[in-house]
């Protein structure tokens, strides 16, 4: 080796005795050895032994705040625990069969530490750390003008070429809410989302309380972001370590870390073998005596609604897809792109998936059409002229009315069982399915699944008789009844006195001594708690099963009020009254759970409002006081979205909806930026408004594990406040962005047969959609409640359309609606939302000089035969010219045997 330089052997010598000094503190400060102007925006902390990173607090946040889980340092330390500065590879001499792998995290032992001089905060030699690794490695923690950089630095030494399959860099941010309080986790912990974009792609990590700053992971050199890979909490029988593990145990307090992968071909054709990545995998040859460098870049934030403009001004290509990342078949999308660099050219995987097609620019933006053409995922690859590349995920969609259609369809057929000699009392039913057996789910150790109550008992009818809200078909409507008279009305639903609506937990339960003719599957194990026995099956304690059953008798309201002859069984103001009662139920019989936001609860501020419009004052007054006294406990509370988990995001949405609706702004504000904190726009339909779950696969799929849930039914409940949000302020385009990523996310659930998954796994050795149905019942609720279209004329990319086709002429402005009600249309320069309980939009023009509004109706229909339009100013306010009359706070027009047009006029 050469001689070291006087200078640098006291370099050396000054770095070695400040890790001495600090060997019996737990961590050595950056500030000890370099100024502390040198990262103005990060404080950092290094382990004295590992050298990796275990504090990163933005300066700018006064409290104790920590990207890094540093809160967890008594019980994260040691073999196997990742922390962020670790690194995994996988790796064999060419032309070989079997890889190797090694992971610094494997050991926690003294590095070998290196002279950082210049900009280089710390620097090692960390070949020790992996051992039996063919390659030398090193490791720089460097500050890049004020910026944080790891950089890692893989040489090959020997004569051999070796194939690197697998080079991870450990992502380990703060995600753990063990033992915490919600607001406490709100406060110290973030979740991390990743657009796997190659070049372009990069990880946000934001607070969960939703404010800034947030943090930006980016590729600084060679570090294309090709994978996302869990790091699990298995562990051999010995105790020791598993690789690519980490002992930090997965539950539903804690979704896991990842590893950021630069190349994955090692693992995609051995462990993800079966699954279609969304990257094409690679390796990296590293010839003998070459050297590859890959390196990440920390930036800073202030706001999550600012990341885009903070990738720009890092010189990172940015795309902005609208309405999103799904694109139905009959409504094409755009696409915004804005890089440093030209483009050189764009190709599409599979091809005939996507056509692109270049459209007028809007300033630094390049516009592109994207045309979806086959149903399924598809990839958009862009090459800039600069040499990199940027991947675009997509899911094409039968159009929306055809995939709800198609859900109906499935529904009441493939779905619907009518077995009389049920031991159960199921019947006639619809049931959840199976896609993999092709049979529906009569029976499973989660006694719930089979029960026709819970999420993913109640979720398979919840999604039949809300396509009925605005699709409805009249045999659908009557197989419902069936369904609802004799199996809800009496079964799952029972007068426990006083109108005392109790709801069930369970209608299928285990009791194999008293039911000794029903064969229940040996394979199974009937052993642990979620195989309740039948008195624990008829409990009405779980809030959760209520909202399921009020919606449903909403819905029957609805028909029964504003259509004809669809309802038959019992008159209006019944299934009214039913929705009453069951609301009332839930607090009175199930207060322990009801306490908490609960799913959909969005239907109970509807009946309340129903109530008061068809003058039951006295079923009003008692509602209202009863919802009055939860959203007072609600305000009182910092975070208050607790649930039967530690963590959740099932229940601010009715936070959401009762803050709003007692006209408590400042909750309703803060809830709204709590979900802001676990739900984003990426550009990947997968990620995109996809609110964060990851426990549910257990409970309701059939693949039961702890996994990232991508657009499970969080997503387009908590669409649901981001869309009224934004209705309010409509200069808020983010809101609505990551909303209709959410609503849209429901149509990728239903497949070309209309089976609808509960979620997709997001695991890269799987990457499929679940085979069970699940709980997508409240996942179509969401889309159901909120589905509309938006004409939107944003100040930087012009006239857009949020689920609708826009043109333009001198004069209007028009949009033609395309998702799968087309009854809700939102005019945000006029701040104007229309609603039709009955009838259907056609198109909707709009004047920017005179604020004028031509809605074109639909013809009239045997069930409509007139429409029953609501019209709601957030601006000024507006009048219908054309002759109507009033109907239970709507406007009532008489349809014509033909498209019919009505003007709105600004008073």
């Not at 750390?129 to 500050?143: E, T």
């Not at 990257?279 to 800073?300: C, E, H, R």
Request: charge should be neutral; hydrophobic fraction near 40%.
């Amino acid at each position: 080796m050469p001689r070291m330089s006087v200078f640098a052997q006291f370099q050396q010598v000054k770095h070695q005795w400040l890790l001495c000094l600090s060997g019996c503190l737990p961590w050595l400060f950056v500030a000890a050895t370099h100024a502390a102007e040198a990262l103005p925006d990060l404080a950092l902390q290094f382990d004295t032994v590992s050298q990796t990173l275990v504090s990163m607090r933005p300066t700018s946040v006064k409290d104790s705040f920590d990207f890094l889980p540093s809160a967890h340092t008594n019980t994260r330390q040691g073999d196997g625990y990742y922390q962020l500065g670790d690194i995994d590879i996988r790796l064999r001499l060419k032309g070989a069969d079997r890889w190797h792998d090694f992971s610094t995290a494997l050991q926690y032992k003294q590095i070998n530490t290196l002279v950082a001089t210049g900009n280089t905060l710390a620097s090692a030699e960390i070949s020790g750390d992996l051992p039996g690794i063919p390659l030398r490695v090193q490791r720089d923690w460097i500050n890049h003008q004020g910026q944080l950089v790891l950089k890692f630095t893989l040489r090959n030494p020997t004569n051999d070429t070796i194939e690197i399959g697998g080079l991870g860099l450990a992502m380990v941010f703060d995600n753990i809410l063990s033992g915490r309080e919600l607001d406490e986790a709100h406060q110290r912990a973030s979740y991390a989302e990743p657009y796997m974009g190659l070049d372009a792609g990069y990880l946000q990590v934001v607070r969960l309380n939703g404010q800034g700053p947030a943090l930006l992971v980016l590729p600084q050199q060679n570090a294309q972001f090709e994978n996302w890979m869990p790091l699990l909490d298995r562990t051999e029988s010995n105790g020791r370590p598993l690789i690519y593990n980490d002992p930090t145990k997965r539950t539903h307090t804690f979704e896991g870390f990842y590893d950021w992968m630069v190349f994955s071909k090692g693992f995609a054709d051995t462990e993800w073998l079966h699954a279609e990545q969304w990257n094409t995998p690679q390796s990296l040859m590293l010839a003998p005596g070459d050297s590859y460098i890959t390196s990440v870049k920390f930036v800073l934030t202030p706001k999550v609604r600012q990341l885009e403009s903070t990738l720009v001004a890092n010189q990172r290509p940015v795309a902005v897809g609208v309405p999103g990342y799904v694109v139905p078949t009959d409504l094409p999308a755009d696409l915004f792109l804005n890089a440093a660099s030209g483009v050189h050219s764009i190709t599409v995987t599979p091809k005939e998936s996507l056509a692109v097609f270049p459209a007028v620019s809007k300033g630094d933006w390049r516009h592109f059409k994207v045309q979806g053409k086959a149903w399924g995922r598809a990839r958009i690859n862009i090459y800039y002229d600069d040499g990199q590349q940027q991947t675009l995920h997509y899911f094409v969609t039968d159009p929306m009315r055809t995939a709800v259609d198609k859900l109906g369809e499935f529904s009441f057929t493939q779905q619907w069982v009518d077995d009389p000699n049920d031991p159960f009392k199921r019947s006639p039913a619809i049931l959840g399915y199976d896609k993999a057996a092709g049979s529906v789910v009569t029976q499973d150790q989660r006694v719930w699944l089979a029960g026709l109550s819970d999420e993913a008992g109640a979720g398979p009818w919840l999604a039949a008789i809300m396509k009925q809200l605005g699709a409805a078909d009249a045999e659908q409507v009557a197989k419902f009844e069936q369904f609802y008279t004799q199996v809800v009305d009496g079964r799952l639903q029972y007068n426990s006195g006083d109108k005392q609506y109790g709801v069930v937990k369970s209608l299928f339960y285990y009791a194999p001594k008293s039911l000794p003719d029903f064969s229940y599957d040996p394979k199974r194990d009937w052993s642990t708690w979620a195989s309740w026995n039948a008195q624990q099956a008829a409990s009405p304690e779980r809030s959760y099963n209520y909202p399921h059953v009020a919606a449903a008798q909403w819905v029957l309201y609805r028909l029964a009020r504003f259509k004809q002859g669809l309802v038959n069984a019992h008159d209006w103001r019944w299934y009214l009254e039913h929705a009453y009662h069951t609301s009332m139920a839930m607090v009175q019989l199930a207060p322990d759970y009801a306490q908490f936001g609960q799913m959909e609860g969005d239907v109970f501020v509807a009946i309340l409002q129903d109530l008061k419009a068809e003058g039951m004052n006295a079923e009003a007054k008692k509602l209202t006081q009863a919802m009055s006294k939860r959203a007072e406990h609600w305000a009182s509370l910092a975070y208050p979205f607790g649930s039967e988990m530690p963590w959740d995001s099932t229940g601010q949405e009715e936070v959401y909806a009762w803050m709003r609706y007692f006209g408590k702004t400042a909750q309703a504000t803060k809830t709204r930026d709590v979900i802001l904190g676990y739900d984003f726009t990426v550009p990947h339909w997968g990620y995109n408004g996809s609110a964060r779950r990851f426990w549910d696969f257990l409970y309701a799929g059939k693949l039961s594990r702890i996994e990232r849930q991508l657009h499970h039914y969080g997503s387009t409940i908590n669409a649901l406040p981001l869309l009224d949000s934004y209705r309010r302020d409509p200069r808020d385009l983010y809101l609505l962005r990551v909303a209709y990523g959410g609503m849209m996310g429901a149509m990728t659930n239903i497949d070309q047969q209309g089976f609808a998954s509960a979620a997709f796994h997001s695991f890269p050795d799987s990457r499929k959609f679940d085979d069970y149905s699940g709980d997508y019942g409240t996942n179509f609720f969401g889309y159901a409640f909120g589905s509309s279209s938006y004409l939107v004329n944003d100040a930087k990319f012009g006239w857009l359309g949020f689920g609708g086709t826009v043109t333009q002429d001198e004069e209007q402005i028009t949009l033609l609606p395309k998702d799968a009600f087309r009854n809700r249309i939102y005019i945000a320069p006029a701040k104007l939302w229309l609603t039709l309980d009955a009838g259907e939009f056609i198109s909707a023009s709009y004047s920017a000089k005179t604020g004028q509004i031509e809605l074109t109706l639909a013809e009239a229909t045997a069930h409509t035969p007139k429409a029953m339009l609501k019209i709601a100013s957030f601006g000024k306010p507006y009048r219908l010219t054309s002759p109507n009359k009033p109907f239970v706070g709507r406007h009532a027009i008489t349809l014509k045997p033909h498209p019919m047009t009505v003007e709105l006029m600004p008073k």
